[in-house]
């Protein structure tokens, strides 16, 4: 199977809300409460051409994830952070039906990957639920290391919910 990363198109965007809404109550316990707007087509439009923008802005990056040419899932680098941090967040989603194929991991590799080679940033960081096995999973197949767990994170589903944070650092030297 291969995986592969990509940025998205306006013809993506009917199939990415497909898939976000298939995934509606899996994608749930780890996202803030959406409005009904997020799910549709137009909405993800607008999503994926906000992305040029930011991503020219140097403010974040959106990716398809997709398994031998199929939409399977998203991944993205949000709060580009430069100066003395040179620092992003990462996150990312897989269609429920092809998960524990390997598909996050090798994702990931490459969203790494850009985030170090091509932006030159020194850090990526995620920030996983306690109770989130599979993504600690991914991570730790990346070389994340937990450094920290932060109380009343993020405003998850309506509450604010701690969260352990990871890193990985940049193996080039000097980056
Ligand atoms: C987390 C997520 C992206 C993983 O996608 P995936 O393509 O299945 O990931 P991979 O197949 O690369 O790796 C998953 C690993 O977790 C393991 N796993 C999955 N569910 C598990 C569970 N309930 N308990 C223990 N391990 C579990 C798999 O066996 C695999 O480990 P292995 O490679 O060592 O065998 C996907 O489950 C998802 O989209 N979840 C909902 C959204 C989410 O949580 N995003 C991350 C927010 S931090």
């Given at each position: 199977m291969a995986v592969t990363i990509r940025q998205g198109n306006d013809v993506d965007a009917e199939r990415l809300s497909e898939l976000l809404v298939r995934n509606r109550t899996y994608f749930s316990?780890?996202?803030?409460?959406l409005p009904e707007e997020y799910y549709t087509t137009a909405h993800q439009a607008r999503v994926i051409r906000a992305d040029a923008e930011s991503r020219a802005a140097d403010r974040s990056a959106l990716f398809l994830i997709e398994a031998d040419g199929v939409l399977v899932g998203r991944a993205n680098?949000?709060?580009i952070i430069r100066g003395a941090f040179q620092s992003a967040s990462i996150?990312?989603?897989?269609?429920?039906?092809?998960?524990?194929?390997g598909i996050a991991t090798a994702a990931l590799r490459q969203l790494t990957g850009y985030a170090f080679d091509d932006l030159g940033l020194h850090r990526l960081q995620a920030e996983v639920l306690p109770d989130n096995v599979a993504s600690k999973r991914v991570l730790s197949h990346l070389g994340f290391c937990h450094y920290?767990?932060?109380?009343h994170y993020l405003r998850i589903q309506g509450r604010w919910q701690t969260h352990d944070l990871y890193q990985l650092i940049n193996p080039a030297p000097e980056s």
């Open positions: 316990t780890g996202q803030p409460a680098l949000s709060a996150g990312y989603l897989v269609d429920e039906e092809h998960t524990g194929r920290g767990t932060a109380p």
